[in-house]
Nanobody, 122 residues
């Protein structure tokens, strides 16, 4: 499966952005898709994940209530709606697939999209 992420940009604190991740190639319909992020000098960390069958989701605690992950299976696209953005959300955001449901470890995921940069100014 190939993944392409987009939608990053520069936004002021309190603003919103929506990231998109388009999957192509051999994409099993039950592949969960996850979002990770990596800030400069920090390790890559889990943000959110969605099951493309049933729509179950789970989030990293610091984004709960502010970020929403959703899927449009007809378009093979997963979205990450980010509201009430904070400067600490600044990072490169990556979508990933192929990991087990419930995993938050980047090493568990086989397929990665390129990063899309999100910068939140204070």
């Amino acid at each position: 499966v190939q993944l392409q992420a987009s939608g990053g940009g520069l936004v002021q604190a309190g603003g919103s952005l929506r990231l998109s991740c388009v999957a192509s190639g051999r994409t099993p319909s039950n592949y969960p898709i996850s979002w990770f992020r990596q800030a400069p000098g920090k390790e890559r960390e889990f943000v959110a994940a969605i099951s493309r069958v049933g729509g179950s989701t789970y989030y990293e605690d610091s984004v709960k209530g502010r970020f929403t992950i959703s899927t449009n299976n007809a378009k093979n696209t997963v979205y990450l709606q980010m509201n009430s953005l904070k400067p600490e959300d600044t990072a490169d955001y990556y979508c990933a697939a192929g990991g087990p449901w419930g995993s938050r470890a980047p090493a568990d995921f086989r397929s990665w999209g390129q990063g899309t940069q999100v910068t939140v100014s204070s």
